[in-house]
């Protein structure tokens, strides 16, 4: 299904609570300005872009990309995040959010939801609506990891640990119960969260002393986060960053997260499920063909569930979406589109749409040029 994007990448997807689906992406207007822009599927296809922002100085990156939510059911409040240099360094750029009280009309100045005032790496965000006032962030800090003499900060062999934060954003561009969740986690995966009966569960890829980087999760409980906690012993020894996080979801108490692992040199795509809101997980269930890359997504249908993944396929690879029962059994495995394997395709994103599945990836014209534009694809 085409869109409106020219020449873009990075999309993402979010369903607001009535159902409606809203698609962002980054527009690349010219060789120096990023547009972050997003569009609204109607019945004729997707609506004509929204310009949220635009900016020369922005850290484009074909993993941590820019996202748009809506709180809860105030469907025409929405909030926006995208990344913005702060300093010279490579890594050196803070996390931007920006508000618009009238479905995306206009939109309020941007206020940095990292609020360390350090010019290190800030990203990595995951945003879900909490109530009608409030959603919940939380992203990957390195306000530890630059020393006094060091200019990049990526990989932090000098400084100290990347940190994983939490906070929640209120409608008068305030930021409230900021607080450190894990104070040592993987410099550059993705960070999931989803909002269970209880209270939110926040899933990431950790990093031990030993480099041993496994999926833990924290949980709110109450008005307290609880400790990090891994989610299975993989035992994934790698000395850098594998870029590839986890997904989760949650339904009241069933929650389901979907993570890539390549222990003992063994690449695979697993799940795992949960009846009490994340405090216990079934055994793990193998989801890919053989040969995953990982780029993970996952979503509820019905009693069902349904992950999506990156398979290798030769020198192309192939989206793929594999469904299961809430017991761990696999129903189907389908492929959704070729692709290619190489960075510039970005990670594919899957949300529930009804009843159907709706499909967002970033779709290399030229692999030699890496020239990119966002598809969509709704699925029965």
């Known amino acids: 299904m085409s869109t409106p994007c ?41 609506s004509k872009p929204k310009l949220i922002a635009y900016g020369r100085d922005w850290f484009v990156n074909w993993a941590d990309f820019p996202s748009l939510v809506t709180f809860g059911n105030k469907e025409d409040h929405l909030a926006a995040h995208w990344l913005q240099k702060s300093a010279a360094g490579t890594y050196d750029y803070d996390i931007k959010i920006a508000q618009s009280l009238d479905d995306g009309e206009n939109w309020q100045p941007p206020f940095l939801l990292n609020q360390d005032g350090i010019a290190a790496e800030h990203g990595f965000v995951t945003m879900i609506p909490t109530n009608d006032n409030t959603i919940f962030a939380t992203w990957l800090d390195g306000r530890y990891t630059k020393t006094e003499n060091d200019s990049d900060g990526h990989e932090h062999e000098h400084g100290g640990a990347m940190t994983l934060r939490g906070g929640f954003i209120h409608s008068d561009n305030t930021l409230t119960g900021d607080v450190e969740l894990d104070s040592r986690v993987c410099d550059c995966c993705q960070t999931s969260a989803a909002r269970t009966s209880n209270g939110v569960i926040v899933a990431y890829r950790d990093r031990s002393e030993e480099e041993i980087r496994d999926i833990s999760i924290v949980r709110q409980v109450g008005f307290d986060w609880t400790r990090p906690r891994k989610l299975f012993a993989d035992n994934w020894e790698i000395a850098g960053c594998p870029v590839n996080g986890p997904k989760i979801i949650a339904d009241g108490e069933k929650v389901a997260i979907a993570w890539f692992t390549m222990a003992n040199d063994t690449a695979r795509v697993k799940v795992a499920f949960s009846e009490d809101a994340g405090a216990s997980f079934s055994t793990a269930f193998i989801v890919d063909e053989g040969q995953p890359l990982g780029r993970v997504d996952i979503a509820f249908k019905g009693e069902e569930v349904v992950v999506s993944w990156l398979e290798q396929k030769n020198k192309i690879a192939e989206i793929r979406y594999a469904t299961f029962t809430l017991k761990g059994e696999k129903i189907s495995s389908k492929l959704l589109v070729k692709t290619s394997p190489i960075r510039s395709s970005g990670f594919p994103i899957m949300e529930r749409y009804g009843d159907q599945l709706l499909f967002a990836w970033t779709e290399i014209t030229d692999e030699e040029l890496e020239t990119t534009v966002v598809r969509t694809a709704l699925v029965d």
């Open 6 to 46: 020219e020449s873009g990448g990075e999309p993402n997807l979010h369903i607001t609570n009535s159902g409606k689906a809203l698609l962002s992406w980054v527009e690349y207007t010219n060789d120096s300005t990023d547009a972050l822009v997003y569009s609204t599927l109607l019945e004729a296809g997707w």
